[in-house]
């Protein structure tokens, strides 16, 4: 990784007033540095060099002109490089400042690599730590910038076993808990460069159980991270994953993943309010059901009853719960594919009560679902904190719209401090319906209070359906 004299520190350094690094007690200023740069003349004032800010703006620009990425080189920062402190710019920057300042190379502005210690000796104290002798370490430009300078390139198998199966199957199963508990916002990005690296696994050699079991473990990552793209309202992001785990069931040969991606697609589709498209999508999942496990088709059976009640149909939706709960009064575990592991009891309830909702809000018959969604909550443990927040609000908004607004306030209040920690646009969203909901309710000061809460906290905007 290249590094600079002011976070790489050598024999013999002491600190100089003000953090700076002095060699040996002194620290040679850069000359050929600052000799170039007032020769240039300055664009804003015509007869003076140029500034310390203008060359610094000038380089940035170039970079972003050339590389498409932005930069935050600044005066300080030149500064520093000529008084010497800093010694080796990273790369990106001497080459913005060689264009700039039309230099051929970089001794032509004074730079040197840092010395480096000679072989077979260890290194000195100060090399192995400058924190431990309180040196201040200057990352020359932004955070990301740095790190993007330390890029580390894991080395792909030319051939592949079960043990990288695990692995990716491993990585899953973090990627899925990380999302649960914190929502798709602090999940996506890594989840993504995971299953990017995961991906070139496809390219090696396996036996074709292997590789099949492999394509499947991908797969099964692809639509994790295609539904924390969703939850954060990357759609376009998460179509292509999405995309991409389907792809991955059918090299697999697995009827179980091609139905679980498309019920999730299903469910953004819905989100979307493109409820034609949802419901081929889920009918598309049922294809060949009896390669299902019972879990999976109460799963499958729960989604079509949310669809077809936002379209009317209340009494086929009733008759899919129905359905739903014949099948999962039957699942078993031990037997179910890795990705429904979420769909214990407590799932169960709160979907079958959030497909019930709309029935519930056009009846204005609220106890069935009320229950359900009860259920959940009261069922839902520590590792889904994202299902038991949206459980809670739902049944706050049914409440709000046909029940006891009393009742729905203490729920909207704890709905709205789980939102706090989780990263989920779909969640706010879902409070600021409930902070619409409770509108028809502005002499009942409680509500009045949660509702200017939600709306500070979830400033109202357009939202989907």
């Not at 003000?18 to 540095?33: F, M, Q, S, Y």
């Not at 090399?127 to 309180?134: E, H, T």
Request: aromatic letters at 6%; a positive charge; glycine letters at 6%.
């Amino acid at each position: 990784m290249e590094g600079h004299s002011a976070s790489r520190a050598r024999r013999g350094d002491t600190l100089a007033p003000g953090g700076d690094a002095k060699e040996g007690g002194t620290v040679a200023p850069n000359e050929r540095l600052r000799a170039r740069r007032e020769a240039t003349p300055s664009a804003n004032a015509p007869g003076e060099p140029m500034s310390r800010a203008e060359l610094a703006e000038a380089v940035n620009r170039h970079l972003w002109t050339t590389t498409g990425k932005r930069y935050g080189l600044d005066a300080h920062t030149i500064a520093r490089y000529e008084r010497g402190v800093v010694q080796w710019p990273g790369a990106a920057y001497r080459s913005g400042l060689r264009a700039v300042l039309g230099a051929s190379n970089d001794s032509e502005l004074g730079f040197r690599t840092a010395q480096r210690a000679r072989p077979g000796r260890p290194p000195s104290p100060t090399a192995r730590s400058n924190l431990a002798y309180g040196h201040r370490v200057d990352l020359d430009g932004s955070p990301v910038d740095f790190l993007n300078r330390a890029v580390v390139r894991s080395p792909v198998p030319v051939r592949i076993g079960w043990t990288d199966v695990e692995h990716i199957r491993a990585t899953t199963r973090a990627v899925a808990m990380s999302e649960n508990l914190f929502g798709g916002g602090l999940s996506c990005e890594a989840a993504a460069a995971q299953l990017r690296w995961a991906s070139q696994l496809l390219e090696a050699q396996a036996a074709g159980e292997v590789r099949r079991a492999l394509a499947e473990a991908i797969g099964n990552l692809a639509s994790v991270v295609a539904f924390s793209a969703f939850d954060i309202a990357h759609h376009t992001a998460a179509d292509r994953y999405f995309e991409f785990a389907l792809w991955c069931a059918e090299e697999a040969g697995s009827w179980a993943l091609r139905a679980n991606t498309l019920a999730e697609m299903a469910r953004k589709a819905a989100y979307l309010g493109q409820l034609d498209d949802a419901l081929s999508l889920v009918e598309y999942a049922w294809v060949r059901s009896d390669r299902l496990t019972a879990t999976a088709r109460a799963m499958l059976l729960t989604v079509r009853a949310r669809l077809l009640a936002l379209a009317d149909r209340h009494a086929e939706a009733r008759a899919d719960v129905d359905r739903a709960d014949t099948h999962f009064d039957s699942h078993d575990p031990a037997v179910d594919p890795p990705w429904l592991c979420y769909y214990d009891t407590a799932e169960h309830q709160g979907s079958t009560g959030k497909a019930l909702l709309p029935v519930a809000q056009a009846l204005s018959q609220p106890d069935e679902a009320a229950t359900r969604l009860s259920t959940a909550i009261r069922l839902q443990d520590a590792r889904y904190p994202r299902s038991r927040a949206f459980s809670r609000v739902r049944l706050a908004t049914l409440l709000m719209s046909v029940g006891d607004p009393h009742e729905a306030v203490p729920l909207g209040q704890q709905a709205v401090r789980e939102a706090t920690s989780l990263h989920s646009r779909r969640l706010a969203e879902e409070l600021q319906r409930l902070a619409a909901t409770a509108t028809r309710h502005s002499q009942v000061s409680d509500v009045v209070d949660l509702r200017h809460e939600i709306t500070r906290r979830y400033p109202n905007r357009a939202t989907p359906t």
